[in-house]
């Protein structure tokens, strides 16, 4: 019953299940990237084998207030999703998971998944980079996971949220942000790359207009391009760049920091818009719509973030600990 569903979902979703088949209950699971180690934590960081890099990093808190030891005590074992070298198949061998999830993209998926082949451990490649498919992957990985009543609760939520904002955002006018990187904040994404789509869906568009070349993006203009693009919003994607927009005089120019509309992509405990891509655009899609769109999104932006951490990350914020995640304390 259990492989006769999985191949249901499959078949409705296009996505791909290889090597043998997939324990009834994988006691051990490895995410071939960020975005899926990170959904593991979400569903059951008991079963995690291991991290892809250190848990604190620039994007990414690790705040330890909201994470389960058990994540934090994990061993760095790689990913297979880099632009270099990457992992080796005899590093996650060593491990030794009953199944690996990868995070399929359009840039190195077919490189990740000739090198996972190696390894005959069973994989369950997911669409999760894109927005309108999260609650079905949510759902795929936690029936493969043996999780299927903890993906019902997950899927559920993120339908029901990201329907909502669909919903409330209708006829309105897209708002002009530029996403500041790095650590000058002359690093950015084009407009139709994954690392802006939370962006885009929370009704912004992206002022930089180009074409995705590769996996890791960060395109790097001039302060006079910037200037010529003046955009309403700018989003700061960690504390360096947003300290360095808001202190350097040159930015005063722009009419998204003279209208104090800069605003810091929270990072507790890991990135709500990307660097990763994770399940925290959930909950990020809906600060950005509540920053773009103040006069249609009209939901308690405080009430929706205890829910989502109450719910991903088991949680209960205060009301300062809100104000502390938000950059606002």
Not at 195 to 204: S, T, W
Request: charged content about 25%; overall charge negative; some cysteine.
């Amino acid at each position: 019953m259990f492989t006769k569903r999985i191949f249901l979902f499959l078949a409705v979703l296009n996505l791909s299940l290889h090597a043998a088949s997939v324990n009834e209950q994988p006691q051990k699971v490895f995410g071939s990237s960020p975005p899926m180690n990170y959904l593991l934590y979400a569903i059951n960081p008991q079963k995690m084998a291991g991290l892809n890099f250190e848990a604190k990093n620039l994007n990414n808190d690790a705040d330890e207030r909201y994470l389960n030891k058990t994540f934090l005590e994990l061993p760095v074992i790689g990913t297979f999703h880099s632009t270099g070298a990457g992992m080796n198949v005899e590093t996650i061998l060593k491990y030794d998971p009953d199944l690996i999830l990868v995070w399929e993209d359009d840039y190195l998926h077919e490189k990740v998944s000739q090198e996972i082949a190696k390894t005959k451990i069973p994989t369950l490649t997911l669409p999760f980079r894109k927005i309108d498919t999260m609650a079905s992957s949510i759902l795929l990985a936690t029936e493969a996971i043996g999780e299927k009543e903890r993906g019902e609760q997950l899927s559920s939520y993120t339908k029901e949220r990201m329907a909502y904002v669909k919903k409330v955002l209708e006829g309105t006018e897209p708002t002009r942000y530029y996403y500041a990187e790095g650590v000058d904040g002359l690093a950015t994404e084009c407009d139709d790359s994954f690392h802006v789509e939370a962006l885009n869906y929370a009704g912004g568009e992206n002022v930089h207009k180009c074409t995705q070349s590769n996996l890791r993006g960060l395109e790097h203009i001039t302060f006079e391009t910037l200037l010529g693009y003046n955009p309403e919003v700018i989003i700061a994607q960690n504390r360096l760049v947003y300290n360095e927009i808001v202190s350097n005089p040159l930015w005063q120019h722009l009419k998204a920091v003279k209208n104090k509309k800069v605003y810091l992509v929270p990072n507790r405990p890991f990135n709500w818009i990307d660097r990763p891509p994770s399940f925290m655009r959930i909950i990020g899609i809906e600060w950005l719509a509540h920053h773009f769109h103040p006069e249609a999104y009209r939901a308690d932006i405080n009430a929706q973030i205890k829910k989502f951490y109450k719910l991903f990350l088991n949680v209960e914020l205060t009301d300062e600990e809100i104000q502390k995640i938000l950059g606002e304390e």
